[in-house]
């Protein structure tokens, strides 16, 4: 084609980073062809032609494997299998055309509602070759056409789509017995299956839930059942109808044919109805997949259950552990405090006994001075005043400082040096100012 | 056809010829357009009829009226015999007129085709020869030399032994036939060779609906080349039926004022009945009255009557939903859906009828174009579009040597591999996603080779081009659903319950492609501000592609090759 079409939506942008050698970046393959046959007509096929050939000459074998490569779009007429006639069919009477089987005349037994249009305009074009009057006659057969007669009016039935429910309605050859309990104990899938497919054919909502097997889930089953019991059928019985007389002179006859008729087909819809809930009622009896949906529910079930009995112990449990656990702090918290205390007052009886101690070193080495009294006996009034002095520097200083001054006392006793550590230690509580210079006049 | 040498090329006066089971037409081309050529009675469709009387030879129209006075020396419906046992085939239009007959396995009529003497018994290939060698006369009359070839058209289902007794038939008559063409693709050329008609890539369907059959066919219509999708025969539903239909009403009709006298039962009464029921159908196409009127229609009794188009439409439903159904089920056959047809083509003297047209109308979207006389102005004569596309073809290759037109038609030269899925790029919607452009449409014959200019973004700059395969697909809206009727509800409806489905509301079907692989990418770069790229696509026989591309007017491009599979 040579002119170019138009598009008038925009080509993407280039996409950031994009990049191919020489701006092409070949992908894949295009997908595989099919060989067809193009028609040899008009002025673009001889051009392609011309290119074909390009002088070349094709044989009797050329076209016969080009041909058997194309792929074929007519039918072949004969692939059909054809289906014995039944001798006593053949006999029919054309008038009882409401009693035939239209799909036996038509060889299409096998298919019944299942045929597609195409195969009964099929199968009656070759019954017509067949049973034609005007070829038998030919042969110098009877001229009955009785037969012909019943293959028009199953043609006629079956083509008209309004008259081939009403027939496929009341077509029993086309129903499949439902199992029996027994019979259904084995492959339940299976017979059950083959039932509601045959069912399947009066709903009007298509397509329609099937049985399924042992590895459907609940949800599809719960489709399945609730369609089935909500079942939107076209099925009908006017093709049981009895005759309803044609005159007009039993005009009264012809009324109450008609009210019968009515009435009929009315209680065959209901008992139809009837028969397929029971249908389903007995199906969902025998299905194996709903008690162990039960089972699977009431197992869900206790397992919460359980669960929850489990959570709850788990809860008390938890609650006495923490509890115990707090009770035992506080003890422990107690008993801490309480040796804490102990020990505090121990370490206290302790201080006061160091302090003690250290009183009796610093007064001990006031003694063990003589009480810096210069040869003989120390006078009365010295010893009072060196141990008021000494009084007076303990109640100035704390443990600590008793215990340091008691320690540098400890073990002198040379009166000068015990009288030089005093000294030293009343110059320095006179230089904290914790004493005034002059005071203690008796260890300076 | 090799065995035969032939007419030479500059010696031969050709013409297009739709042979029919009920009708024929001849047509030739004056300065390359066809024209459709009457008869000496002015038909330009004519009954494929062939009658005797006294030994006088009576085609098309006149032989038809001797279905009456005459029908057992009158051969009607013989072409569908052509080239068959005779326990294949069937004889059912046969039965007013001379009956078939076997002989030695073969279709033969006994006739008294002379004025005096025993009657003959004619094969049906020398009555197809009579026949032809008429229809030769009346072209050669109208061309004013003696026509020496032609193109026929033959249905898609005619076997190899069929054509080869058709063109001995008419070789018999003294016409080479230069090349049979299948019916539906002759009326696709009759369309595409108008002066105004563009090549496109389009799927279409045609319809022909006529006498005793209805054959349906999808064609793929790529570049000009034609490729047949599917087909499909039907005939339970096509012209003869609908006579039927109005000779009941009409017998009907004639029994209410003629108590017990049914004129069905009477052979000349029934030919007379269905002669004039014809023409009232006809008539019906046009108008939407038609009158019926027969002179002693049975046991002398003359009448008349007239019947309205809404009537007929009513009565012949049945037979008109029959023809909706095998070209919904055709298209089907074809895999395809019937948003993917562009176009309807109606062929065949069916066509005609306006109901059958609006009913296509509906079935498929409003994009697709329905050409019939009632839907289209500018359609073609659908009785006329067989022997044109025909007479088109024979002016197309008159000047070939015979073995050269067979070597071109050799299945070695049709017989191409078509791609499976469109070859596209994608593009991008209004909403800014990415959405498949088709370049190369599924079924097209390969070689091919499709160019498309499309839009660079508007501020130009680099453009990317992803060419990638694209697939259709049918996505389907329903409406919100109403409340389910219960199966134990409706016991009071009577058996009317089959409409009510059709008042259900419509859901809303829409085709949508989808990006399948991706073959491969390339740019284009610095594009101007509203300029546009140029992408072709060229796909060999072996399904190596090469792909080129480049700014609209700009210079140098890009271009790749992908591998063949
Ligand atoms: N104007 C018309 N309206 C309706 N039907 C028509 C019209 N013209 C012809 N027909 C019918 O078309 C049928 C013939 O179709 P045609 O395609 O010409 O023949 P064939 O069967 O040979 O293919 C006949 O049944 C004829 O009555
Ligand atoms: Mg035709």
Aim: net charge negative.
């Amino acid at each position: 084609m040579a002119s170019a079409t138009v598009v008038s939506r925009p080509l993407p942008t280039l996409t950031e980073g994009w990049s191919a050698e020489k701006d092409f970046k070949p992908v894949a393959s295009v997908t595989a062809s099919t060989k067809r046959t193009i028609e040899p007509i008009g002025p673009h096929f001889l051009a392609h032609a011309r290119r074909a050939r390009h002088k070349r000459t094709f044989s009797e074998d050329d076209r016969i494997e080009a041909q058997n490569a194309a792929k074929k779009i007519e039918k072949d007429e004969d692939s059909d299998e054809s289906e014995a006639e039944d001798p006593m069919m053949l006999q029919r009477e054309a008038k009882d055309w409401k009693s035939q089987d239209h799909y036996q005349v038509l060889g299409l037994s096998k298919y019944r509602w299942k045929a597609t249009e195409d195969q009964i305009k099929r199968a009656h074009r070759k019954k017509v070759l067949k049973h034609h009057p005007d070829k038998k006659a030919a042969s110098g057969a009877t001229e009955d056409d009785n037969f012909f007669k019943c293959i028009q009016k199953a043609t006629d039935v079956l083509l008209d789509p309004v008259k081939r429910r009403q027939f496929d309605s009341v077509d029993e050859k086309a129903d499949v017995e439902p199992p029996s309990k027994k019979e259904a104990t084995k492959d339940f899938y299976k017979k059950w299956g083959r039932v509601f497919k045959s069912e399947s054919r009066f709903s009007r909502v298509q397509p329609v839930p099937q049985l399924g097997n042992d590895e459907s889930t609940k949800e599809d089953v719960d489709t399945f059942y609730n369609f089935w019991y909500n079942f939107d059928s076209w099925r009908s019985f006017e093709y049981l109808d009895e005759d309803v007389p044609d005159d007009n002179e039993n005009r009264d006859q012809k009324r109450h044919m008609e009210r019968k008729n009515t009435n009929s087909r009315k209680k065959k819809k209901a008992e139809d109805n009837t028969r397929l809930r029971k249908l389903v009622d007995d199906c969902l009896a025998g299905d194996e997949r709903i008690k162990r949906f039960k089972q699977e529910a009431n197992a869900a079930k206790n397992k919460k259950k359980f669960e929850k009995e489990a959570a709850e112990k788990k809860a008390k449990e938890d609650a006495r552990l923490k509890k115990e656990a707090e009770e035992k702090a506080a003890k422990e918290a107690e008993e801490k405090a309480k040796t804490e205390r102990e020990a505090n007052k121990k370490a206290k009886e302790a201080a006061k006994n160091a302090v003690k101690k250290n009183k009796r070193v610093l007064k001990g080495s006031v003694k063990d001075a003589n009480y810096f009294a210069s040869g003989g006996d120390a006078s009365a009034a010295q010893i009072d005043a060196v141990l008021g002095d000494v009084e007076i520097v303990q109640g100035k200083i704390d443990p600590d400082e008793i215990a340091a001054l008691a320690g540098k006392l400890n073990g002198l006793k040379v009166a000068d040096e015990i009288k030089g550590v005093w000294s030293e230690e009343v110059k320095r509580l006179v230089g904290a100012g914790k004493l005034k210079d002059g005071d203690c006049k008796s260890l300076a | 056809m090799a065995e035969n040498k032939g007419v030479a090329p500059d010696e031969r006066t050709v013409i297009g010829l739709s042979f029919g089971n009920s009708y024929s037409s001849i047509a030739c081309t004056v300065d390359d357009a066809a024209v459709v050529i009457a008869n000496e009675d002015g038909d330009r469709q004519i009954p494929t009829i062939l009658s005797y009387v006294d030994g006088e030879e009576y085609t098309g129209g006149q032989a038809k009226a001797f279905l009456i006075r005459n029908p057992k020396n009158t051969v009607v419906s013989f072409r569908d015999f052509l080239g068959q046992d005779f326990k294949s085939i069937d004889p059912t239009h046969c039965h007013a007129a001379a009956h078939a007959q076997d002989v030695d396995g073969g279709v033969s009529f006994t006739i008294q085709d002379k004025a005096e003497g025993e009657p003959s018994t004619v094969s049906v290939s020398e009555i197809s020869t009579r026949y032809i060698r008429r229809l030769v006369q009346s072209a050669s009359d109208y061309i004013g030399k003696k026509v020496t070839s032609a193109v026929l058209t033959v249905p898609t289902n005619f076997n190899d032994k069929q054509k080869d007794a058709l063109v001995k038939a008419a070789r018999d008559a003294d016409l080479e036939v230069l090349q049979l063409v299948n019916e539906p693709v002759a009326a696709v050329l009759a369309y595409d060779a108008r002066p105004e008609a563009k090549v496109e890539d389009k799927t279409i369907v045609v319809a022909d609906l006529g006498g005793t059959r209805s054959d349906v066919a999808v064609v793929a219509s790529r570049g000009g080349l034609y490729t047949i999708l599917a087909t499909a025969h039907d005939y339970e539903f096509a012209g003869a039926h609908l006579d039927k239909v109005l000779m009941d009403h009409f017998a009907k009709e004639f029994m209410k004022k003629n108590k017990d006298v049914d004129p069905r039962e009477n052979a000349r009464s029934l030919a007379k009945l269905k002669a004039e029921s014809e023409a009232a159908k006809k008539a019906l196409s046009i108008g939407t009255n038609a009158s019926f009127s027969v002179e002693s229609l049975a046991e002398g009794i003359d009448f008349q009557s007239t019947v309205n188009r809404l009537r007929y439409e009513m009565i012949a439903r049945k037979v008109f939903e029959g023809i909706n159904r095998l070209v919904e089920g055709v298209v089907k056959q074809a895999g395809l859906d019937v948003l993917d047809i562009d176009e309807v083509i109606m062929t065949g003297g069916t066509s005609h009828t306006p109901r059958i047209a609006a009913n296509f109308r509906s079935i498929f979207p409003e994009t697709t174009v329905v050409q019939a006389p009632s839907t289209s102005s500018t359609s073609i004569n659908p009785s006329e579009l067989l022997s044109r596309g025909a007479a088109l073809q024979a002016s197309l290759i008159q000047e070939y040597e015979t073995e050269d037109i067979d070597q071109s038609t050799h299945a070695a030269v049709t017989t191409v591999p078509h791609v499976t899925n469109a070859i596209g790029v994608i593009t991008l919607s209004e909403a800014g996603e990415e959405a498949f452009t088709p370049i190369i449409a599924p079924e097209t014959a390969l070689p091919a080779r499709r160019t498309v200019h499309v839009e660079a973004p508007k501020e130009g700059g680099d453009v990317l081009i992803k060419v990638v395969e694209g697939n259709t697909h049918i996505k389907v809206t329903k409406p919100e659903p109403k409340p389910k009727e219960n199966g134990a509800k409706d016991e009071d409806e009577d058996d009317s319950d089959f409409d009510s489905e059709e008042d259900e509301e419509e859901e809303h079907r829409e085709k949508i492609w989808k990006i399948g692989t991706a073959l491969a990418e390339a740019s284009v770069r610095g594009t101007k501000k509203g300029s546009k790229v140029e992408v072709t696509v060229q796909v060999a026989a072996d399904l190596a592609v090469t792909i080129t591309t480049r700014e609209v007017g700009g210079k140098g491009g890009v271009r790749g090759n992908l591998k063949a599979p």
